[in-house]
T-cell receptor
Framework: GAVVSQHPSRVICKSGTSVKIECRSLDFQATTMFWYRQFPKKSLMLMATSNEGSKATYEQGVEKDKFLINHASLTLSTLTVTSAHPEDSSFYIC????????????FGPGTRLTVT | AQKITQTQPGMFVQEKEAVTLDCTYDTSDPSYGLFWYKQPSSGEMIFLIYQGSYDQQNATEGRYSLNFQKARKSANLVISASQLGDSAMYFCAMRVRGSGYALNFGKGTSLLVTP
Protein backbone atom coordinates (compact mmCIF):
# COMPACT_ATOMS: atom_id res chain seq x y z
CA GLY A 1 0.00 0.00 0.00
CA ALA A 2 0.89 3.64 -0.18
CA VAL A 3 3.24 5.14 2.39
CA VAL A 4 2.71 8.18 4.54
CA SER A 5 5.45 9.44 6.80
CA GLN A 6 5.33 11.78 9.77
CA HIS A 7 8.12 13.73 11.31
CA PRO A 8 9.05 13.88 14.10
CA SER A 9 7.79 10.66 15.67
CA ARG A 10 8.25 12.10 19.15
CA VAL A 11 8.77 15.65 20.32
CA ILE A 12 9.05 17.29 23.70
CA CYS A 13 8.68 21.03 23.90
CA LYS A 14 8.30 23.66 26.58
CA SER A 15 5.11 25.54 27.27
CA GLY A 16 4.73 28.59 25.11
CA THR A 17 6.82 27.33 22.23
CA SER A 18 5.59 26.18 18.83
CA VAL A 19 6.15 22.83 17.22
CA LYS A 20 5.69 21.75 13.62
CA ILE A 21 4.69 18.26 12.54
CA GLU A 22 5.12 17.17 8.94
CA CYS A 23 3.02 14.65 7.06
CA ARG A 24 4.28 13.41 3.70
CA SER A 25 2.81 11.07 1.15
CA LEU A 26 5.86 9.31 -0.23
CA ASP A 27 4.64 7.54 -3.33
CA PHE A 28 1.38 9.18 -4.31
CA GLN A 29 -0.18 12.58 -4.59
CA ALA A 30 -2.57 13.32 -1.77
CA THR A 31 -5.39 15.60 -2.78
CA THR A 32 -6.69 15.60 0.76
CA MET A 33 -4.96 15.14 4.09
CA PHE A 34 -6.56 14.79 7.48
CA TRP A 35 -5.24 15.52 10.94
CA TYR A 36 -6.46 13.53 13.91
CA ARG A 37 -5.73 13.74 17.60
CA GLN A 38 -5.77 10.84 20.00
CA PHE A 39 -5.64 11.02 23.79
CA PRO A 40 -4.39 7.99 25.75
CA LYS A 41 -6.78 5.04 25.54
CA LYS A 42 -9.21 7.12 23.51
CA SER A 43 -10.34 7.18 19.93
CA LEU A 44 -9.11 9.32 17.07
CA MET A 45 -10.81 12.66 16.76
CA LEU A 46 -10.72 14.56 13.49
CA MET A 47 -9.17 17.99 13.89
CA ALA A 48 -9.14 19.30 10.36
CA THR A 49 -9.24 18.47 6.69
CA SER A 50 -6.77 20.07 4.34
CA ASN A 51 -6.83 20.23 0.58
CA GLU A 52 -3.78 21.21 -1.40
CA GLY A 53 -3.69 24.90 -2.12
CA SER A 54 -6.67 25.90 -0.02
CA LYS A 55 -7.43 26.69 3.59
CA ALA A 56 -8.01 23.84 5.97
CA THR A 57 -11.48 23.04 7.25
CA TYR A 58 -11.46 22.74 11.02
CA GLU A 59 -13.83 20.68 13.11
CA GLN A 60 -15.98 22.37 15.69
CA GLY A 61 -14.04 23.15 18.84
CA VAL A 62 -10.62 23.09 17.20
CA GLU A 63 -8.85 26.45 17.38
CA LYS A 64 -7.57 27.32 13.94
CA ASP A 65 -5.19 29.94 15.30
CA LYS A 66 -3.62 27.42 17.63
CA PHE A 67 -3.39 24.50 15.23
CA LEU A 68 -2.09 25.94 11.98
CA ILE A 69 -2.37 23.65 9.00
CA ASN A 70 -0.61 24.19 5.71
CA HIS A 71 -1.00 21.93 2.67
CA ALA A 72 1.40 23.58 0.28
CA SER A 73 1.91 20.66 -2.07
CA LEU A 74 0.28 17.40 -3.06
CA THR A 75 2.75 15.47 -0.91
CA LEU A 76 3.15 17.61 2.19
CA SER A 77 0.90 18.92 4.92
CA THR A 78 2.13 20.48 8.15
CA LEU A 79 0.48 20.98 11.51
CA THR A 80 1.95 23.66 13.74
CA VAL A 81 0.91 23.73 17.37
CA THR A 82 1.43 27.32 18.45
CA SER A 83 2.03 28.49 22.01
CA ALA A 84 1.85 24.93 23.22
CA HIS A 85 0.37 24.08 26.61
CA PRO A 86 0.59 20.82 28.56
CA GLU A 87 -3.02 20.03 27.61
CA ASP A 88 -1.89 19.93 23.96
CA SER A 89 0.14 16.83 24.79
CA SER A 90 -1.33 14.10 22.66
CA PHE A 91 -0.77 11.69 19.79
CA TYR A 92 -1.27 13.42 16.45
CA ILE A 93 -1.89 11.28 13.37
CA CYS A 94 -2.26 12.36 9.80
CA UNK A 95 -3.82 10.47 6.95
CA UNK A 96 -3.79 11.05 3.24
CA UNK A 97 -6.25 10.31 0.54
CA UNK A 98 -5.35 9.99 -3.10
CA UNK A 99 -7.75 10.28 -5.97
CA UNK A 100 -11.43 11.12 -5.67
CA UNK A 101 -12.30 7.63 -6.81
CA UNK A 102 -10.32 5.90 -4.10
CA UNK A 103 -11.85 5.04 -0.76
CA UNK A 104 -8.51 4.28 0.76
CA UNK A 105 -6.83 6.43 3.34
CA UNK A 106 -3.27 5.92 4.39
CA PHE A 107 -2.19 6.81 7.88
CA GLY A 108 1.12 8.14 9.03
CA PRO A 109 2.82 6.51 12.03
CA GLY A 110 1.84 9.36 14.33
CA THR A 111 3.67 11.97 16.39
CA ARG A 112 3.67 11.91 20.15
CA LEU A 113 3.82 15.46 21.49
CA THR A 114 4.68 16.16 25.11
CA VAL A 115 4.52 19.72 26.35
CA THR A 116 6.32 20.36 29.63
CA ALA B 1 -25.25 13.01 12.01
CA GLN B 2 -23.02 10.02 11.51
CA LYS B 3 -22.18 7.88 14.51
CA ILE B 4 -20.12 4.77 15.13
CA THR B 5 -20.66 2.63 18.22
CA GLN B 6 -18.37 -0.04 19.59
CA THR B 7 -19.85 -1.44 22.78
CA GLN B 8 -17.05 -3.79 23.78
CA PRO B 9 -14.27 -1.92 25.56
CA GLY B 10 -12.26 -5.12 25.96
CA MET B 11 -12.34 -8.67 24.62
CA PHE B 12 -10.38 -11.83 25.35
CA VAL B 13 -9.89 -14.72 22.97
CA GLN B 14 -7.78 -17.81 23.10
CA GLU B 15 -5.17 -18.38 20.45
CA LYS B 16 -6.51 -20.13 17.32
CA GLU B 17 -10.09 -19.29 18.20
CA ALA B 18 -12.32 -16.90 16.26
CA VAL B 19 -13.54 -13.62 17.73
CA THR B 20 -16.17 -11.10 16.67
CA LEU B 21 -15.79 -7.39 17.39
CA ASP B 22 -19.03 -5.47 17.27
CA CYS B 23 -19.68 -2.24 15.43
CA THR B 24 -22.94 -0.46 14.73
CA TYR B 25 -23.35 2.75 12.83
CA ASP B 26 -25.91 5.38 12.13
CA THR B 27 -26.17 7.52 9.05
CA SER B 28 -28.87 8.88 6.80
CA ASP B 29 -26.56 8.94 3.80
CA PRO B 30 -27.22 5.97 1.47
CA SER B 31 -23.60 6.05 0.31
CA TYR B 32 -21.01 5.31 2.94
CA GLY B 33 -17.98 3.21 3.64
CA LEU B 34 -17.03 1.22 6.70
CA PHE B 35 -13.48 0.48 7.79
CA TRP B 36 -11.71 -1.52 10.41
CA TYR B 37 -8.28 -0.57 11.67
CA LYS B 38 -5.89 -2.24 14.07
CA GLN B 39 -3.74 -0.09 16.36
CA PRO B 40 -0.96 -1.88 18.21
CA SER B 41 0.84 -0.27 21.12
CA SER B 42 3.23 1.45 18.68
CA GLY B 43 0.33 3.69 17.63
CA GLU B 44 0.30 3.10 13.90
CA MET B 45 -3.08 2.61 12.28
CA ILE B 46 -3.16 -0.59 10.22
CA PHE B 47 -5.93 -0.91 7.66
CA LEU B 48 -7.68 -4.26 7.86
CA ILE B 49 -10.81 -4.26 5.76
CA TYR B 50 -13.32 -2.07 3.94
CA GLN B 51 -17.01 -2.45 3.13
CA GLY B 52 -18.89 -0.12 0.83
CA SER B 53 -22.59 0.42 1.44
CA TYR B 54 -23.45 -0.82 -2.05
CA ASP B 55 -21.21 -3.85 -1.95
CA GLN B 56 -23.29 -6.98 -2.40
CA GLN B 57 -20.92 -9.34 -0.67
CA ASN B 58 -19.30 -9.20 2.72
CA ALA B 59 -15.68 -8.13 2.54
CA THR B 60 -12.93 -10.59 3.37
CA GLU B 61 -9.18 -10.11 3.70
CA GLY B 62 -7.28 -13.18 4.78
CA ARG B 63 -8.26 -13.97 8.38
CA TYR B 64 -10.46 -10.89 8.55
CA SER B 65 -14.05 -10.80 7.42
CA LEU B 66 -16.71 -8.21 7.84
CA ASN B 67 -20.21 -9.33 8.77
CA PHE B 68 -22.18 -6.55 7.09
CA GLN B 69 -25.86 -6.43 8.02
CA LYS B 70 -27.20 -3.33 6.35
CA ALA B 71 -30.71 -3.46 7.76
CA ARG B 72 -29.32 -3.71 11.28
CA LYS B 73 -26.64 -1.12 10.52
CA SER B 74 -23.95 -3.37 11.85
CA ALA B 75 -20.48 -4.12 10.52
CA ASN B 76 -18.88 -6.62 12.84
CA LEU B 77 -15.29 -7.73 12.33
CA VAL B 78 -14.57 -11.43 12.54
CA ILE B 79 -11.00 -12.53 13.12
CA SER B 80 -10.49 -16.22 12.53
CA ALA B 81 -7.67 -18.32 13.95
CA SER B 82 -6.51 -15.62 16.37
CA GLN B 83 -2.80 -15.13 16.85
CA LEU B 84 -0.91 -13.58 19.74
CA GLY B 85 0.06 -10.73 17.43
CA ASP B 86 -3.59 -9.82 17.02
CA SER B 87 -3.58 -8.29 20.50
CA ALA B 88 -4.23 -4.60 19.89
CA MET B 89 -6.89 -1.90 19.80
CA TYR B 90 -9.41 -2.26 17.00
CA PHE B 91 -11.33 0.68 15.62
CA CYS B 92 -14.38 0.69 13.43
CA ALA B 93 -14.75 3.80 11.31
CA MET B 94 -17.17 5.28 8.82
CA ARG B 95 -16.34 7.53 5.94
CA VAL B 96 -18.04 10.87 6.32
CA ARG B 97 -19.10 12.50 3.07
CA GLY B 98 -19.38 16.03 4.39
CA SER B 99 -15.75 16.34 5.52
CA GLY B 100 -14.05 15.33 2.32
CA TYR B 101 -14.38 11.69 3.31
CA ALA B 102 -12.68 11.96 6.67
CA LEU B 103 -13.19 9.00 8.98
CA ASN B 104 -15.42 9.01 12.02
CA PHE B 105 -14.08 6.48 14.54
CA GLY B 106 -15.73 4.40 17.21
CA LYS B 107 -14.26 4.26 20.71
CA GLY B 108 -12.37 1.08 19.96
CA THR B 109 -12.15 -2.42 21.39
CA SER B 110 -9.06 -3.72 23.11
CA LEU B 111 -8.44 -7.33 22.09
CA LEU B 112 -6.18 -9.61 24.09
CA VAL B 113 -5.24 -12.97 22.63
CA THR B 114 -4.17 -15.48 25.25
CA PRO B 115 -2.05 -18.60 24.73
Amino acid sequence: GAVVSQHPSRVICKSGTSVKIECRSLDFQATTMFWYRQFPKKSLMLMATSNEGSKATYEQGVEKDKFLINHASLTLSTLTVTSAHPEDSSFYICSARGTEASYEQYFGPGTRLTVT
Amino acid sequence: AQKITQTQPGMFVQEKEAVTLDCTYDTSDPSYGLFWYKQPSSGEMIFLIYQGSYDQQNATEGRYSLNFQKARKSANLVISASQLGDSAMYFCAMRVRGSGYALNFGKGTSLLVTP
